[in-house]
């Protein structure tokens, strides 16, 4: 069965607009004023912290550790140098005000960390969680089958393997790159379908009908 939520309008890492910097509270805050949702990244700290933020490192901030090997607070202290505040999860939670959340998995969580999500996510009524991993998805679905699950998949994904992950029981989304969107086979799959990442307001006007994750208002 599809899910309940249709034609939603999701902002890619809650970048509204080109000045905000990428899960960040600020750029959220605005989104949710707005009135959208939001997409955006989870990972886990050393210490067992789920963070909103994309990479797998902290090369941006000029430093060479991984997000899994560094504690959260030192993280915090890193990033604060380049005047960037990295949310947890539960914070993000907090300024939601029942906006759609959807939560990507970015690295591969472990059974500790995913119950921990589970436990977090347990009040909000509209939020799905994804990712490209699907191994992620699996081992949350053992842990909650009610949950909204999805996979990720990329431009470069055939058909051919769409429709057959489009199978699995404890899939209830399918989030597809943009190339995706016209596809007539793709269309008519049984799920809640949400396209990414759309960047053109004449193509996100287009397919207003459609679940799109997109950027810049």
């Known amino acids: 069965m599809r899910s309940n939520f249709q034609s939603l309008k999701l902002i890619h890492r809650g970048l509204a607009k080109k000045n ?10 605005y989104c949710f004023k707005k009135k959208y949702g939001i997409e955006t ?39 604060g140098k ?5 949310p947890k999860l539960i914070d993000l939670i907090k300024i939601s005000k029942r906006k759609f959340l959807m939560l990507e998995i970015k690295s591969n969580f472990s059974k500790k960390n995913l119950i921990n999500l589970v436990k977090l996510t ?14 992620n998805i699996k081992n949350i679905y053992k842990i909650n089958r009610n949950l909204n699950l999805g996979i990720i998949f990329s431009s470069s994904t055939s058909i051919k393997k769409i429709i057959k992950k489009s199978k699995l029981k404890y899939l209830k989304i399918l989030v597809l790159e943009k190339k995706f969107i016209n596809n007539k086979t793709i269309n008519k799959l049984n799920k809640s ?3 990414y990442t759309i960047k053109d307001k004449e193509v996100r006007d287009k397919h207003s009908n459609k679940n799109l994750i997109f950027e810049n208002l």
């Open 20 to 29: 905000f910097k990428e899960n960040t509270l600020n750029a959220f805050r």
């Open 41 to 79: 990244d989870l990972h886990t700290t050393r210490d067992n912290e789920i963070i909103c933020f994309h990479d797998f490192s902290l090369k941006k901030f000029k430093s060479s550790k991984l997000i899994k090997n560094t504690n959260y607070n030192e993280i915090k202290v890193i990033a």
């Open 82 to 86: 380049f005047n960037v505040d990295i």
């Open 122 to 135: 347990k009040k909000l009524k509209k939020f799905c969680i994804t990712s490209f991993n699907e191994k």
């Open 193 to 195: 379908l949400y396209f």
